[in-house]
């Protein structure tokens, strides 16, 4: 009986060696997958002409696109609370934070928040600071804190640019003053 190759794990006459393990058993089965003709397509010249337009296509559209997403996330938060719904420790350091303190840790509070998470508005690695707000009860600093942001005057004092988060950087509430 003459075999159909000498090639050592070809498959049968007729089959391609090109696919996915197993395809070459279910084609007689339910026909070619229907990647198969995209992925030849895209091989073609004119398939690849038209994957660098698409590709130029989104990266002009993600270029002028997401910028004004990104604008608008930073003068639209969606979360928002009202300084007369803050509790009152949070009133308090709000306070503090427009008089320039003193601050209970004076050793934490106004630090660099870094914002690793990404949870606010991107800017400069240097401008946002943190402080501590009060929580009845608890032995540390608890997890309460309210971030100011520099705004364009630099001053976290006046920026008017403050964010309340409850559990410790998990979600953030813009302070509406």
């Known amino acids: 009986m003459p075999r159909s190759s000498t090639c050592p794990g070809s498959r049968a006459h007729g089959q391609s060696t ?87 840790y004076p050793r934490k509070d106004g630090s660099h928040f870094g914002n690793f998470e990404k949870s606010l508005p991107q800017q400069a690695r240097t401008y946002y600071r943190e402080y501590t707000v009060p929580t009845p009860g608890s032995r540390d600093r608890g997890p309460r804190r309210i971030i100011a942001g520099a705004g364009r005057s630099g001053d976290v004092a006046t920026s008017g640019e403050y964010y309340y988060t409850d559990d410790h950087y998990h979600s953030f509430r813009r302070i509406r003053e």
């Open 18 to 104: 090109r696919g996915l393990p197993g395809e070459a058993l279910l084609t007689p089965l339910f026909g070619p997958p229907p990647w198969r003709s995209l992925f030849h397509a895209a091989l073609s010249e004119p398939g690849r002409h038209l994957a660098v337009t698409l590709l130029l296509l989104f990266g002009f559209l993600g270029l002028f696109g997401l910028a004004p997403m990104a604008q608008s996330r930073e003068t639209h938060f969606a979360h928002h609370v009202e300084v007369a719904d803050l509790p009152p420790e949070a009133q308090r350091t709000l306070t503090l934070i427009h008089n320039g303190g003193p601050f209970p």
